[in-house]
Structures are given as C-alpha cells and as structure tokens.
C-alpha cells in the first residue's frame, strides 16, 4: 500500500541561488498539499543523525558539510501516492540524467548539489517527518 504523505528539503544550493518559490510552485502545481514546512537550519549533529545511514561512505562528511552550510526548508507533502509521484516530480540525483521539467533538471547544478531531497520510501518519509517536524507542527 503507498502511503500519501513524503517529505522534502529544498537544499542550501537551492536556496542560496533564489529558488524556494519556484520549487514550491512546481511541488503545488504537480497537485501537492504542504502539510508542514520550516525555514531552518541543520546544526552538523542534525545533519550527521539524519544522514546516518550514509555513515560508512565515502562522501558522507561532504554531505554533512554541503546540508550545514546554509539554511534549508523542509516540508511534508500530502497527495495520493505521494513518495513516488514526488520522486518522478524532482528527477534523477544527477541533473544531467534528470527528465526535463524535473525540478532537478531545472535547478540543480550538481550530483552533490542537487536541489532537493525527497523520501525513498513510505517508512522514511515517516521517519523523517517526524524527525523534522513535531505532531503540532503537521495540519
């Protein structure tokens, strides 16, 4: 059964280069409902405990240098098949490779600086919902 909610990040890289409203645009206009969403910033703790099943690999302190040097927004998404319709709406991890009108096609510059994250599972989004965003927090 899929579930209907995933969660997002708009990157620093995105962020840094003014394109918060476009992204939320094409994450609206693709039939999302924001149920939660902060303008923050992850501390290098936050950072090193949500990617921590990436630990062991070879670029996990890049990662956590590139999620902590400027803020982020991060959000929950609300739609009917949520994780995959959201995974097919940013595209491929390297924009190169990403389908046109893929918010990673339109606005990442990199592998590492790709724009967006989004869930890869119903249980993930779960898991980093929560670890975001507090009950009070979701509508």
């Known amino acids: ?33 924001i149920v939660a969403m902060k303008y923050t910033q992850l501390s290098k703790r936050d950072a090193e405990e ?15 240098q590139f999620m902590t040097r400027g803020p982020i927004v991060s959000a929950i998404l609300e739609k009917d098949n949520a994780v995959d319709d959201f995974r097919a709406l940013i595209g491929a991890t390297n924009p190169d490779e990403a389908a046109e009108g893929t918010i990673r096609k339109l606005f990442a510059t990199s592998i590492g600086e790709n724009a967006v994250h989004g869930s890869d599972s119903d249980e993930n989004a779960a898991i980093e919902g929560a670890f975001h965003f507090s009950g009070r927090e979701v509508f």
């Open 1 to 33: 059964m899929t579930g209907n909610r995933t969660f997002t990040m708009i990157k620093p890289d995105a962020v840094e280069n003014g394109h918060i409203g476009a992204i939320l645009e094409k994450i609206t206009a693709a039939g999302f409902k």
């Open 50 to 64: 949500f990617y921590a099943v990436h630990k062991e690999r070879p670029f996990f302190g890049e990662l956590v």
